[in-house]
Nanobody, 124 residues
Framework: QVQLVESGGGLVQAGGSLRLSCTASVRQFSIYAVGWFRQTPGEERNFVAS???????YYADSVKGRFTISRDNAKTTSYLRMDQLKPEDTAIYYCATGPASGGWSQRRGGYDYWGQGTQVTVSS
């Protein structure tokens, strides 16, 4: 059974940092894209960052220069380093993995497997 387990969320003051982790029990992890999305109540789940199997990275405009996505294939884990956090970054963050390639990794439909979500709250 495929599982994605997230960790690292929490409460942080504006300007602070967090690092989210997502460990996947997916055999194809090294040839899959990894992505991070976020969702607030009543809103759609929106793209934050992704990294393809070839290590190409994509970021939402709202997080460029502040967030960094990375992966460790040996540990089947992806990371989202979040710096200079703002109150508007408050959301549930979801990791995902799947066969998306290139720009398709910015779309929810590019992913087969999702984590359970982790809450990130940024206080002003």
């Amino acid at each position: 059974q495929v599982q994605l387990v997230e960790s690292g969320g929490g409460l942080v003051q504006a300007g602070g940092s967090l690092r989210l982790s997502c460990t996947a029990s997916v055999r194809q992890f090294s040839i899959y894209a990894v992505g991070w999305f976020r969702q607030t109540p009543g809103e759609e789940r929106n793209f934050v960052a992704s990294m393809t199997w070839a290590n190409a990275t994509y970021y939402a405009d709202s997080v460029k220069g502040r967030f960094t996505i990375s992966r460790d294939n040996a540990k089947t884990t992806s990371y989202l380093r979040m710096d200079q956090l703002k109150p508007e970054d408050t959301a549930i963050y979801y990791c995902a993995t799947g066969p998306a390639s290139g720009g398709w990794s910015q779309r929810r439909g590019g992913y087969d497997y999702w984590g359970q979500g982790t809450q990130v709250t940024v206080s002003s």
